[in-house]
């Protein structure tokens, strides 16, 4: 699995984006993962400890968020949830449909804390 | 996990990134920054820089993916084979093919070595313990491929179903590798990785008598399952059966990526049209800036 690589890409952006910020942590990141991402929430869940050991968003919470496979039929305009290998019309049984979510893969947001000084400015 | 699979960090983990966006108070008084970038940004990022150089040498790039032994190496073996008898055939330059071949392993250049002992220029990327290729070792091998008279240049991904689909090279195409001896059910098994490809290419055909547990049909189903059109070729390297449907469909491929260029607009792999569509912030994608090569 790649996970190790993807969370280490995920403190290397938010270590960047608290230093822009002048932040002294990082409290809370959330990212967005879908089921036909490729990436397993709960490895990424595993593997950030290990990624974030010693950074500035090693005391972080990491949320991940799951938005449900949700397709739209190309054939009849129905729209449905659908599971992972079966992504189906649920009306008319077509297999011609596009994906309108379950594949994100997106840093979403974080949430830093300033340095002291800073904020008495 | 990664400890087991040996899936470890590479340069495209490392450095990134622009500025963070929108700014907010939560209510704990912390600052809420909105990033709504891909995972993956700086891998994504120099994909986009290699898929500028393929297409400024006006070469299509073909990601060939599978598990580890379906016949990736094998089935390259027969298409330059192919591709060179077509050519003792035909004086007609237009029909000739040129192509280069970049492979992916764990280690050893056994499989650069068969490509090269037929005469055609192969990079071997040893990735070491990681299980996919990224974009920065494809830029890497780039730097040590002439591409000027190329029509294709094929990358050899990690024999791996899971891994590579993640992950963009700046290619053009994904083609994957399914051999009989796998099972029908792949497809379902690894949604990610068939829901992603151009073409499907079952292969080993030849030993199809021999099972009777694997339906070409079936293996079909399994893809459309995923909402996939592509088309489902049938082949054996080694019995030189089904071919020519395949060199077909490069030939085509190729002129409908030479017609795209001629629009001034490039080829995306399945997955990255998606990808491009739900990431808000990829700008990069369009790459509009020049990097120097040494």
Not at chain 2, 40 to 47: I, K
Request: charge should be negative; hydrophobic fraction near 40%.
């Amino acid at each position: 699995m790649h996970e190790l690589s993807i969370c280490q890409s995920i403190i290397e952006q938010v270590t960047q984006i608290a230093l822009q910020n002048n932040a002294q942590t990082v409290t809370r990141i959330v990212v967005r993962i879908g089921p036909l991402s490729g990436v397993e929430a709960a490895l990424l869940e595993h593997a950030f400890p290990l990624a974030s050991a010693g950074s500035i968003a090693q005391d972080a919470i990491l949320e991940t968020q799951c938005l449900p496979i949700r397709i739209r039929c190309n054939i009849c305009a129905n729209e449905n949830e659908a599971s992972i290998n079966q992504l189906l019309c649920s009306a008319c049984g077509a297999w011609q449909t596009s994906l309108l979510s379950g594949d994100e893969m997106l840093l979403e947001s974080i949430e830093l804390e300033k340095n002291e000084e800073e904020s008495h400015v | 996990m990664c400890d087991t699979c040996g899936c470890n960090v590479t340069e495209a983990n490392r450095s990134l990134i622009e500025a963070g966006g929108k700014h907010a108070k939560t209510e704990g008084g912390s600052e809420a920054v909105e990033v709504l970038q891909n995972l993956l940004h700086e891998n994504n990022h120099r994909a986009a820089h290699n898929r500028e150089h393929f297409d400024k040498h006006k070469v299509l790039a073909i990601n060939l993916m599978s598990s580890p032994g379906s016949g990736k190496t094998a089935l390259l073996e027969a298409t330059i084979d192919a591709l060179t008898h077509a050519q003792k055939k035909t004086s007609k330059d237009s029909e000739q093919l040129s192509i280069a071949v970049i492979e992916g392993d764990l280690e050893t250049e056994n499989d650069a070595r068969r490509i090269r002992d037929k005469n055609v220029p192969a990079i071997q990327i040893t990735t070491g313990s990681a299980c996919h290729l990224d974009a920065y070792m494809v830029h890497d091998a780039l730097h040590e491929l002439a591409l000027d008279g190329l029509d294709i240049v094929f990358i050899e991904n990690v024999g791996n179903l899971v891994c590579p689909a993640s992950f963009d090279l700046g290619h053009h195409l994904n083609v994957t590798l399914l051999s009989v001896t796998e099972g029908d059910d792949k497809p379902a098994k690894y949604p990610v990785m068939f829901r992603g490809s151009d073409l499907i290419l079952v292969t080993k055909t030849d030993l199809l008598p021999f099972l009777d547990d694997f339906d070409v049909s079936k293996a079909e189903k399994n893809i459309r399952n995923l909402a996939n059109p592509a088309p489902v070729l049938q082949l054996s390297a080694r019995k030189n059966l089904g071919m020519e449907e395949w060199i077909s469909w490069l030939k085509h491929q190729i002129k409908h990526y030479k017609a795209h260029l001629a629009q001034g607009e490039t080829v995306l792999p399945m997955i990255q049209k998606d990808t491009i569509h739900k990431d808000q912030s990829e700008k990069n994608y369009q790459h509009q800036h020049s990097h120097t090569h040494s």
